[in-house]
Nanobody, 124 residues
Framework: QVQLVESGGGLVQAGGSLRLSCAASGRTFGRYGMGWFRQTPGKEREFVTA?????????YYIDSVKGRFTISRDNAKNTVYLQMNSLKPEDTALYYC????????????????WGQGTQVTVSS
């Protein structure tokens, strides 16, 4: 089992940047495919991006964040990152980190392990 703790959220003006971090417990972090999801009140939790296990050679992004967000991982630090640039008000959400036993996954059901979330608010 793995425990996840997100950090790095906050309030930023439109056009600004934030970097989210997700620290994982355990000694086999590299084996997990990792993902970021986001959720706003009254809406379903939405897939944002994912990175494959071990080398992280494969990544997926939803269209609305392509070219602005970058997911990466550092297995030595048991951490996955989400660099968010050119932020827009519609990026405002609670962002969740998740770990999958699959190599990579793009749906919620593929992730049995979740963090508690970190709030990102983008002002216009």
């Amino acid at each position: 089992q793995v425990q996840l703790v997100e950090s790095g959220g906050g309030l930023v003006q439109a056009g600004g940047s934030l970097r989210l971090s997700c620290a994982a417990s355990g000694r086999t972090f590299g084996r997990y495919g990792m993902g970021w999801f986001r959720q706003t009140p009254g809406k379903e939790r939405e897939f944002v991006t994912a990175i494959s296990s071990w080398s992280g050679s494969t990544t997926y992004y939803i269209d609305s964040v392509k070219g602005r967000f970058t997911i990466s991982r550092d297995n030595a630090k048991n951490t996955v990152y989400l660099q968010m640039n050119s932020l827009k008000p519609e990026d405002t959400a609670l962002y969740y980190c998740a770990a999958s036993l699959l190599t990579i996954a793009t749906i919620k059901n593929g992730y049995p392990y979740w963090g508690q979330g970190t709030q990102v608010t983008v002002s216009s």
